[in-house]
């Protein structure tokens, strides 16, 4: 299975439960994750997905699983991640790819490397064992010519999974607990009583509940935005490519300025660049604008904005904004996001590749293909329930989303930690960085550390 296969094919067809405790809105790693542990509490959940399960970025990312470069406040659930990630195989009966073969970011010049060096003081305060490696043994992990690269900080304790073959699994096992999955079911809207929850719509008909989880990746924001929720998402459109089978020169994940490269379970390599970021141009461009300009400050040479407006993606200008939930929705129109890879960015990545690393030479281009990432202005996500700020959600709508990129890796703990919040129970991280108000109540915009 790619994810290049046939994505009108249907795998999870459950029946439309008439009512459920909960009900989860996307089927990618998030919402998936989610429904998992929400079924492992107890609770009765409906998982919709309006397209295919993994059909959209979190089948297309690039398989990291690392604690490597992420902003303090996500560290304590990405180790939760990293511990879930080894027992998850074991515990739903399915290999998911996962194996902890280390991330290295790399450094072409010394003041890069300083750069990445900063990293260690925070590894440190949370046990990571990161450490800073030179030259020559750089040159030795990767077989890149020494002097390649002046050095770099690795964490050998980050890994990788394959998504597509990590996600389907892990629906598979919550639909064992007894999860019901519907796929080419698009949720139109939330059914509400005084400011409640009582349900939601779906283009098969109503679902009664009164706890509802959002985590509707690159979607988040047109399905919050037309229940009255601003939402300042913005999608990222990034190119990805898997090379032919090679000699295994390297089991990690690695990335320098330019180019970021990992080993896959077929002996292929998947490539992308890092030194492009592809901005497809809509009204939220305008919209949230401002509150994206801090990000985009700190390097405006890598982003790329497309004037051009394809009408295949969320933020699209023929995109309608608002629509009653009797009438075919947006999410029907376009049943799995899938972008046209960026013939220039395959063209540079295997140009970058071949001549950064002698074992990608010969190698070719078996696929490639482009994901829509939803990105936030600081680049963390919301993870937030209507418990905590009833002005901007109904009661019983609980948003997940906005990983910006990142959100594979950390998938397993999100959803356990989502899931507990959903049911009231204790959650161990501090929240408060992810709540949805940070975008409205005069909170500076604050960026994490940027790799």
């Known amino acids: 299975m790619t994810i ?32 998992y542990y929400l079924a492992r509490l107890g609770q009765s959940v409906m998982l919709c997905e309006k397209g295919v399960i993994a059909g959209e970025q979190s089948s297309r990312n690039w398989g990291w699983v690392r604690q490597h470069g992420r902003d303090e406040s996500e560290l304590p659930m990405m180790i939760e991640s990293i511990r879930l990630w080894q027992g998850l195989a ?9 194996r902890q073969t280390g991330v290295l970011y790399l ?19 949370y046990q990571l064992q990161s450490r800073v490696l ?47 999955i519907k796929e080419h079911c698009a949720v139109r809207s939330l059914d509400t009583i005084d400011g409640q929850v009582s349900g939601v719509v779906t283009e098969h008909g109503l679902v009664r509940c009164n706890r509802v989880v959002l985590a509707g990746g690159a979607w988040s924001s047109l399905f919050a935005g037309n229940i009255g929720i601003q939402l ?41 660049l890092t030194d492009r970021i592809e901005h497809l141009t809509g009204p939220n461009t305008f919209k949230y604008f401002k509150s994206f300009v801090p990000a985009m400050k700190l390097d405006w040479k890598q982003y790329r904005l497309k004037p051009a407006m394809p009408t295949d993606f969320p933020d699209a200008w023929t995109t309608p904004r608002r629509w009653s939930s009797d009438k075919k929705s947006p999410f029907e129109n376009m049943r799995v996001l899938n972008p046209q890879p960026n013939k220039s960015s395959v063209a540079r990545v295997m140009q970058l590749a071949r001549h950064k690393l002698p074992g990608l030479k010969q190698s070719g281009v078996a696929q490639c ?5 939803d990105s936030m202005p600081d680049v963390v996500p919301v993870i937030d329930t209507a418990g905590s700020d009833q002005k901007l959600c109904p009661a019983g709508l609980t948003i997940a989303t906005g990983f910006s990129g990142h959100g594979f890796g950390i998938g397993p703990a999100a959803g356990k930690t989502v899931a507990d919040l959903v049911c009231g129970r204790p959650v161990p991280y501090d929240l408060s960085r992810f709540r949805l108000s940070r975008f409205s109540d005069g909170t500076p915009i604050k960026l994490g550390p940027v790799f």
């Open 4 to 35: 290049l296969d046939d994505q009108s094919a249907t795998h999870f067809n459950a029946p439309l439960a008439k009512e459920a405790d909960v009900v989860v809105i996307g089927g990618g790693i998030i919402g998936v994750c989610t429904a």
């Open 107 to 125: 450094a072409s010049t010394a003041k890069r490397l300083a750069a990445r060096e900063t990293w260690i003081d925070l590894a440190g305060k």
């Open 232 to 272: 300042p998402q913005l999608c990222v459109r990034s190119t990805v490519v898997s090379t032919t089978p090679v000699n295994d020169f390297f089991t990690g994940n690695a990335a320098d300025e330019k180019l970021a490269f990992r080993r896959r379970q077929d002996h292929g390599y998947s490539l992308a």
């Open 369 to 373: 293909w482009a994901g829509m990432i």
């Open 90 to 98: 074991a515990e739903i009966g399915e290999d998911v790819g996962f």
């Open 134 to 180: 030179g030259a020559e043994q750089v040159a030795a992990l990767t077989g890149a010519p020494h002097g390649q690269w002046v050095g770099g900080v690795q964490t050998e304790s980050d890994g990788r999974a394959e998504p597509w073959i990590a996600v389907p699994a892990i629906a598979r096992a919550a639909g064992r607990l007894g999860v019901l």
